[in-house]
């Protein structure tokens, strides 16, 4: 591991952090990324080029380093230490080995360090203190005070990395914008278990993070962030003593490599309790998408491990293992990754009807929680030796609504079966392979020619979906087809559906234009149609079928050519509005329109207003 030396921030370079004569210190901080967030940050090779340039001259390099850095220095120098490490420049980002090797110990370099120093860069002691923190110790509920606020809302809390850099060391003090002490975070204990879950006792040092379970452990990630999809996966390594190497630009398959890991080297099964309650992740899969799956509501949510003692095994619940030559115990719970799911040897029981999987799985209570199993219709697994089962929903069955020992329909009975472990290899034309776990629509291949009429761009469409509060968005109608030409009839329909659907229109006038040409974008019309889906899915689908094939509009009020600034705003039954606005296509400007769309709750008078149909009116829409 390289180390700056705390009196001249130069770099010097250690076999391993046992090696460092006497201590060191650490700095965890957020990092610059952006102008705003101040001087950008200096690199391993930012502080070798100063280096060298003050052997030269005689200078010292502690003065020319950035202000973080010569600050961090100043600090350690303050307490007596002659080491610190920083992130940002004490790993060569350039050596593919030497990155890897930092991520796999960076848990390790925290731990050893002598101290680590968590720089709030947002966080001014004008509003909170350490003063501050020991006036209100004493309160019932000191969190609440608002005083707190500007420190739980600080940047620092937020980010992905800084979870095991909190957990990892032995002593951490908490610092100031201006480098002033807030509190270690053996003060801020209660404060860091209220608000971001994570127990008292692991920051006071009272309990070690192995004796909580994966589940729990995963959960103190909340809903944290990093810069790259690999890092969830990456910053977690040492909190699960799992060593991996990082793949950079593999996405999120990098969190189910760790939950691969993890599996062959725990027996907790609390790797497959998770909720999504916060996410949108697929949750017929067994392994989460993100760490922020584990995110539960309520603290009594969170699951632990509960294996049975063991006991004396019966005889008929053993076989023979030509392998070992000896007798094998078949009641236990084994998990290995196959191409087409989990095989998994766990025992299974009916109740009310459903299937479910006995996991060894408690609440916080001490209720028993059960795995919803059902038949996978779509695995792909080949032989029918084993039953293939994908997760159920809800995922979680048990808690208060489970008081038994044993369910109406009998014991569990140990089975041998696949459980789908990631969504259908098979995907969309267009789709990525992790689409299934972070944001994707549909492709919409009409716009894909030059001459596309009106194209609808997949970041406005994820917008409108999040806006309009929808669940999914469809392409109907010519949207799946070739351009219109001046024979097309059928309109573009983009179709958002959630509890109420929203479909606009786009199509072309049949008013003049000699045949056979392709229409110019003054022939577009566009319009918007809104109701609600209602309680059966055949009966709305229906609907959102007649819909998204109509062709009537009113050419007085639906050219988009005669909207000023073409743009128009419309509202919609159920107090909201969408406002339409089209501009030329930089790439195609005298052919193409590029539509965006906006969605919010209706406030102002003057708007198109939508007409109810008839069973929506009665129904008080």
């Not at 101040?38 to 003065?63: A, H, L, Y």
């Not at 937020?158 to 095991?164: A, D, E, H, K, N």
């Not at 050519?561 to 296509?585: A, G, I």
Request: proline share 8%; net charge negative; aromatic share 12%.
């Amino acid at each position: 591991m390289w180390l700056l030396s705390i009196d001249r921030a130069e770099l010097h370079f250690f076999a391993s952090p046992e090696d460092v004569p006497d201590e060191y210190a650490a700095l965890s901080h957020t990092w610059n990324n952006k102008p705003e967030h101040g001087p950008p940050e200096q690199s391993f090779q930012d502080v070798q080029k100063i280096q060298e340039r003050c052997i030269q001259d005689g200078t010292n390099p502690r003065d020319l380093v950035s202000e973080k850095i010569r600050r961090c220095c100043e600090l350690a120098e303050k307490h007596g230490y002659k080491w610190v490490w920083i992130d940002t420049c004490c790993i060569d980002k350039t050596s593919s080995a030497e990155l890897s090797e930092a991520i796999n110990s960076m848990y390790r370099y925290y731990a050893l360090a002598a101290i680590c120093y968590g720089y709030l860069r947002d966080v001014d002691t004008v509003f909170f203190s350490h003063e501050d923190l020991e006036k209100q110790r004493d309160l019932p509920q000191p969190f609440l005070d608002p005083t707190y606020r500007q420190l739980w809302s600080s940047i620092w809390f937020q980010r992905g990395w800084t979870l095991q850099e909190l957990i990892a060391p032995r002593f951490f003090v908490f610092f100031s914008r201006t480098w002033e002490v807030i509190g270690t975070k053996a003060d801020l204990a209660e404060f860091l278990e209220t608000k971001f879950r994570i127990p008292a006792a692991v920051n006071r040092l009272h309990a070690s993070p192995s004796e909580f379970s994966v589940a729990q452990r995963m959960s103190w990630f909340g809903l944290r962030q990093t810069t790259r999809p690999e890092d969830e996966a990456y910053c977690l390594l040492g909190l699960f003593e799992v060593n991996m190497p990082p793949l950079y630009g593999e996405g999120r398959n990098a969190f189910r490599r760790l939950q691969e890991e993890i599996m062959k080297q725990s027996a907790d099964t609390t790797l497959f309790a998770w909720r999504g309650v916060l996410t949108d992740s697929p949750a017929e899969c067994l392994f989460a998408a993100s760490p922020a799956d584990f995110t539960e509501i309520q603290k009594e949510d969170e699951i632990v491990y509960a294996p049975p003692r063991r006991t004396q095994v019966q005889a008929d619940t053993t076989g023979n293992d030509p392998a070992l030559g000896v007798r094998a115990d078949l009641n236990e719970m084994t998990f290995a990754v196959t191409p087409t799911g989990v095989r998994a040897n766990i025992p299974i029981f009916t109740w009310r009807g459903g299937l479910f999987g006995d996991l060894y799985w408690s609440s916080g209570d001490g209720r028993p929680v059960f795995l919803h199993l059902e038949p996978d219709p779509d695995s792909e697994a080949s032989s029918s030796r084993r039953t293939s089962y994908r997760v159920g929903e809800p995922r979680l069955t048990g808690g208060e609504e489970y008081h038994d020992a044993c369910p109406a329909d009998g014991p569990p009975s140990w089975q041998e079966v696949l459980i789908r472990h990631r969504p259908p290899l098979h995907r969309a034309p267009g789709q990525l392979p992790d689409s299934a776990t972070f944001r994707s629509t549909p492709a919409i291949p009409m716009q894909l020619t030059f001459d596309a009429p009106v194209r609808f761009p997949e970041a406005r469409v994820w917008q409108f979906l999040i806006q309009s509060e929808s669940d999914r968005f469809e392409i109907r109608g010519a949207g799946l087809e070739s351009p219109w030409t001046a024979d097309s009839t059928q309109p573009i329909a983009y179709v958002f559906v959630g509890f109420q659907y929203i479909i606009i229109r786009v199509g072309p006038c049949q008013q003049d234009g000699p045949p056979g040409e392709q229409r110019q974008p003054k022939a577009i019309w566009a319009t918007i149609s809104a109701g609600y889906v209602g309680d059966s899915d055949i009966e709305g689908e229906a609907e959102i079928s007649k819909v998204s094939a109509d062709t009537m509009h009113d050419c007085s009020q639906d050219h988009v050519l005669q909207w000023p600034d073409l743009r128009k705003r419309f509202t919609l039954p159920f107090k909201k509005e969408v406002t339409l606005s089209f501009t030329p296509c930089p790439l195609n400007p005298e052919r193409t329109l590029v539509l965006e769309a906006s969605c919010c709750l209706s406030t102002l008078p003057g708007s198109s207003q939508i007409s109810v149909p008839t069973d929506l009116a009665e129904a008080g829409w």
